[in-house]
């Protein structure tokens, strides 16, 4: 025998509403966008550097080298309110 309890539905009032829902979905969206994004601005100088210091022999490098660069500002930009208190 089961001693499972129903528990009742919640009412129309008790439920959360379609546009509040919608905004902490997009908070929490944007927190990982944010995380996301400082974390890479960290990570991205490990990756060109070695780049920068093999030299920009061909342009194909240094249009490599030029949008990690802009990667990276693009970043730097979108994650600098990373854990702000």
Known sequence: MSTETATPDRTAAERPSLPSLL???RATLARG???????LAVVLP????????????T???GALVGGLLLANAGTLLLGHTH???
């Open 46 to 57: 490990l990756v060109y550097l070695p780049l920068l210091l093999a030299g920009i022999e």
């Open 83 to 85: 854990r702000r208190d």
């Open 23 to 25: 905004a902490r979905a």
């Open 33 to 39: 966008v944010t995380a996301l994004s400082f974390w």
């Open 59 to 61: 342009p194909q490098r």
